[in-house]
């Protein structure tokens, strides 16, 4: 299966977060002959371990399977759907889209709604519809019905895309953040052969606070830890190059420091031998890579780095265009490129 077939098969599997069932039983399926075992703990992350030829020091390769998405709150007595937000999502975003129901009756597809334009007054046209104004319309006649059809409130939504190739070895589709990071140590994990243990973590609920990360960090304490995340790339109009120098196509990018825009708070300082590492390897191997410091996010590196007494961490991204959007964009050549370098990465001899 190439690149480009799985992160598909990724990709348009649902899995919001506290829902990443269906990505887990594909990545178990693809990992099932090339990894020395694979289990499930109890928050629901994936644990593959790859043995090397020696036990330590060990890594942890981070993953997380969850997507953002949306989750039933209240169904009304004609049959509408009222939702919540699970993880980071602009409102306008969702206005008009298609989204299937994950219900124990299996998908019931819908639509966002809103009031229409035409009986808004003229203050309102000037304004963005807040989510908590739209609702799902199903086709239900009542609560009664809708509930017949199976749906519940707590089901998840995701939203309906496909995966869709653009020009220049560029794709486009939904919750390649963070599939295309699973993806990539997917590849790491059945093609290389570490010095050390590996551990390959998918994890899940990364969007609502990182909390696959914390436990199963927590569990594993491993020597060194790395986060395989996307990052935000805006080389496109409107944004100036400054606010985000990363850039689609470029190569992967190697973090030095992230988190709240004010500050870089409640983020990752990348250790600087593990960086330092990262960035000789790409060099020697003429691997094209960029490095970066972001604003306004954070990945699982941040809580695998303050586990225990502490793990050596470090981010490696996929640069990619409309993060949260449902329409990511993204290059599989700097997907491919980041498989290359991780992979010589857990070939060669490492040290916390």
Do not use: W
Not at 60 to 67: G, R
Not at 212 to 232: Q, Y
Not at 272 to 300: C, F, H, M, S, W
């Amino acid at each position: 299966m190439s690149l480009f077939e799985l992160l598909k098969r990724l990709s348009e599997a649902p899995g919001v977060s506290g829902f990443e069932y269906s990505v887990s039983n594909i990545i178990r399926d693809e990992l099932k002959n090339h990894v020395n075992s694979i289990q499930t703990d109890k928050l629901g992350n994936l644990i593959c371990v790859k043995e090397g030829l020696k036990e330590k020091p060990t890594l942890m390769i981070a993953a997380h399977m969850d997507e953002i998405g949306l989750i039933v709150k209240h169904v009304d007595e004609k049959g509408f759907l009222r939702f919540a937000k699970l993880g980071g999502i602009s409102d306008h975003l969702l206005l008009g889209s298609r989204v299937a129901i994950h219900t124990r009756k299996g998908i019931v597809y819908g639509v966002i709604g809103c009031k229409p334009i035409h009986l808004m007054r003229e203050e309102e046209r000037k304004q963005l519809v807040p989510y908590d104004k739209m609702f799902i319309d199903i086709g239900a006649k009542s609560r009664e019905e809708a509930e017949e059809f199976g749906v519940r409130v707590g089901d998840p939504i995701t939203l309906e895309r496909n995966l869709i190739q653009l020009k220049n070895n560029l794709v486009c589709g939904k919750a390649f953040d963070d599939r295309v990071g699973c993806a990539i140590l997917i590849e790491v994990l059945k093609n290389s052969k570490p010095k050390s243990r590996v551990y390959g973590v998918f994890t899940v609920q990364e969007e609502v606070g990182l909390r696959g990360a914390t436990v199963s960090a927590f569990s594993l304490n491993p020597d060194v830890g790395i986060a395989i995340d996307v990052t935000t790339s805006a080389d496109h109009p409107e944004v100036s190059e400054h606010e985000s120098p990363v850039k689609v196509g470029l190569g992967p990018a190697i973090l030095v420091a992230d988190g709240r825009r004010d500050s870089l708070a409640g983020g990752l300082i990348s250790n600087i031998n593990l960086r330092n590492k990262l960035i000789e390897l790409a060099e020697r191997l003429k691997i094209p890579y960029q490095v970066e410091v972001a604003e306004g996010g954070t990945t699982d590196a941040t809580a695998i780095h303050l586990t225990q007494k502490g793990i050596p961490s470090c981010v490696l991204s996929i640069p990619t265009r409309y993060v949260h959007s449902f329409s990511e964009v993204l290059s599989l050549k700097d997907a491919e490129n980041l498989v290359k370098l991780l992979t010589a990465f857990v070939e060669e001899e490492f040290s916390p």
